[in-house]
């Protein structure tokens, strides 16, 4: 067989398996889509983690779990139809960037370099920025 043919087939062949991937809803992103997900989710991490309160972002891709009485706080970002799952302590979260509507954490972590939240409330925003801060600074 020539071999102009055979990269035709096999060029053909990958866009039907990836159309398929497609069509199937392989290639939609998951969203988390209430505190009860985001509990469950987290939970499969971090078992002994507590978490008395969930900031789910508008976007419902991410959010930010925090135990009041440990004063620990973890993140948990959908990447694809995945989730990554941290906890957030000094040494992995490098920075943090506030911009009109979205809350910018920046870690020292090679896997999640950056997630974002989408917070339009201004206070809600702010009041997550020094709560975070206070991991920056310390």
Same mark, same amino acid.
């Given at each position: 067989?020539?071999?102009?043919? #055979? @990269?035709? #087939?096999?060029? !053909?062949? /990958?866009?039907?398996?990836?159309?398929?991937?497609?069509?199937?809803?392989?290639?939609?992103?998951?969203?988390?889509?209430?505190?009860?997900?985001?509990?469950?989710? !987290?939970?499969?991490?971090?078992?002994? !983690?507590?978490?008395?309160?969930? /900031? #789910?972002?508008?976007?419902?891709? *991410?959010?930010?779990?925090? *135990?009041?009485? %440990?004063?620990?706080?973890?993140?948990?970002?959908?990447?694809?139809?995945?989730?990554?799952?941290?906890?957030?302590?000094?040494?992995?979260? %490098?920075? #943090?960037?506030?911009?009109?509507?979205?809350?910018?954490?920046?870690? *020292?972590?090679?896997?999640?370099?950056?997630?974002?939240?989408?917070? @339009?409330?201004?206070?809600? %925003?702010?009041?997550?920025?020094? %709560?975070?801060?206070?991991?920056?600074?310390?």
């Amino acid at each position: 067989m020539p071999l102009h043919i #055979l @990269a035709l #087939l096999v060029i !053909f062949g /990958l866009a039907v398996v990836l159309l398929a991937v497609h069509i199937g809803g392989g290639t939609g992103a998951v969203r988390l889509l209430n505190d009860t997900s985001t509990k469950e989710r !987290f939970v499969l991490d971090f078992p002994n !983690f507590i978490i008395e309160e969930i /900031l #789910l972002s508008d976007d419902q891709t *991410s959010a930010l779990v925090f *135990s009041l009485e %440990r004063e620990e706080v973890g993140l948990i970002q959908a990447i694809g139809q995945n989730h990554l799952t941290r906890m957030l302590d000094p040494g992995l979260l %490098r920075k #943090l960037e506030v911009t009109d509507k979205k809350l910018q954490l920046h870690l *020292s972590d090679f896997t999640l370099r950056k997630a974002a939240l989408v917070i @339009a409330d201004k206070s809600t %925003r702010d009041a997550v920025q020094s %709560r975070l801060k206070v991991m920056i600074e310390a």
